[in-house]
């Protein structure tokens, strides 16, 4: 049973450039969540994705955008990087509850270590 | 808005015995979830334990336990019998309502001393 799996595992860009991270989700999971993790603090919710809608959103501005493919996969995108950017960009897939999975644990791939230069 | 607090960074604890973690929150929401996930080197956030506000009884998964104070808003962890492998980041974490979207603590260290 594959987990969430996330590419690339590390990615370094230069500031002004933009970044696409990719997330597949748990097989049977139809949502996918991203955080944002800076070195050490906990990880901040960036957005949601299900039925490929944004359903909900982080304070976040936005550069930080999104997308989620029939196949339930998704991409984070950031434009015009900045220093602050830099961080470890997790992505969580979950039931939604239409699937029968009213609030159900999210569950984590590895993350993605974007380094801004 | 809701909150998370941990107010310890590091705490260390030596091989077989207890440790607790601590965690306080704040929210005006009735109906809500508190979580305990696990982040090791690997990066990977594991969930260790989860508790239903409106359930009375603390959690339990195996070595792992909470103590939840609702009145207190505090959502304690204990790990009893510690092993090496659970040397690793620790993050309280709440979701209210309907949605299961998580805010994060600031996590506390934890190091097991053989």
């Known amino acids: 049973d594959a987990g969430v799996t996330q590419s690339p595992t590390h990615l370094i860009k230069t500031r002004g450039q933009q970044v696409t991270l990719r997330c597949s989700p748990k097989s049977g999971h139809d949502t996918v969540s991203w955080y944002q993790q800076a070195l050490g603090q906990g990880p901040q919710f960036i957005f949601q994705?299900?039925?490929?809608?944004?359903?909900q959103r982080g304070n976040f501005p936005d550069r930080f955008s999104g997308h989620q493919f029939p196949n339930y996969s998704s991409e984070l995108n950031v434009n015009a990087l900045l220093l602050g950017d830099s961080a470890l960009y997790l992505c969580a897939s979950s039931l939604s509850a239409m699937l029968g999975g009213y609030n159900s644990p999210l569950h984590f791939g590895n993350g993605t270590r974007l380094t801004v230069t | 808005a809701q909150t998370v607090t941990q107010s310890q960074p590091e705490m260390s604890v030596q091989e077989a015995e207890t440790v607790t973690l601590s965690c306080t929150y704040d929210?005006?929401?009735?109906?809500?979830?508190l979580f305990w996930y696990k982040q090791p080197p690997s990066r990977q956030m594991i969930l260790v334990i989860r508790?239903?506000?409106?359930?009375?009884q603390n959690a339990t998964e195996n070595r792992f336990s909470v103590n939840f104070q609702k009145a207190a808003k505090s959502f304690s962890l204990k790990i009893s019998d510690s092993q090496l492998g659970d040397a690793a980041m620790y993050f309280c974490a709440y979701s209210g309502g309907a949605t299961n979207k998580l805010i994060f603590g600031t996590g506390t260290l934890l190091a097991v001393q053989p």
């Open positions: 929210t005006s929401e009735s109906d809500y979830y």
């Open positions: 508790q239903e506000a409106y359930k009375q």
């Open positions: 994705y299900y039925e490929e809608e944004e359903r």
